[in-house]
Nanobody, 117 residues
Framework: QVQLVESGGGVVQPGGSLRLSCKAS????????MGWYRQAPGNQREMVAI???????IYGDSVKGRFTIAKDNANDTVYLQMNSLEPEDTAVYYC???????????WGQGTQVTVSS
């Protein structure tokens, strides 16, 4: 089993920055991809950024050019650097891990990001 623990959320003014962290722990399962999703009240969960095999990245259209995903392999931690934050970025951000074996996907508990003046 794998546990994903997020940190780094908070309140920031428009135009500000935050960095989210997600540390993976557990044994016996290798994650080939890790990423971030977010869900705002009344909205469906949407993909923010995914890093696959430590090399390939994809970003949601609304965050391209502002957010960057990176991974520290030595510490099994994935980061989401969020710059130029907008009120529309306000949401609960969830860390996600994908594995090649059942249950195939893991989720963290979520961390709140609020962008407000």
């Amino acid at each position: 089993q794998v546990q994903l623990v997020e940190s780094g959320g908070g309140v920031v003014q428009p135009g500000g920055s935050l960095r989210l962290s997600c540390k993976a722990s557990g044994s016996g399962v290798s994650l080939y991809a890790m990423g971030w999703y977010r869900q705002a009240p009344g909205n469906q969960r949407e993909m923010v950024a995914i890093l696959t095999n430590g090399v390939s990245t994809i970003y949601g259209d609304s965050v391209k050019g502002r957010f960057t995903i990176a991974k520290d392999n030595a510490n099994d931690t994935v980061y989401l650097q969020m710059n130029s934050l907008e009120p529309e970025d306000t949401a609960v951000y969830y860390c996600n891990g994908k594995a090649a074996v059942y249950p195939y996907t893991y989720w963290g508990q979520g961390t709140q990001v609020t962008v407000s003046s």
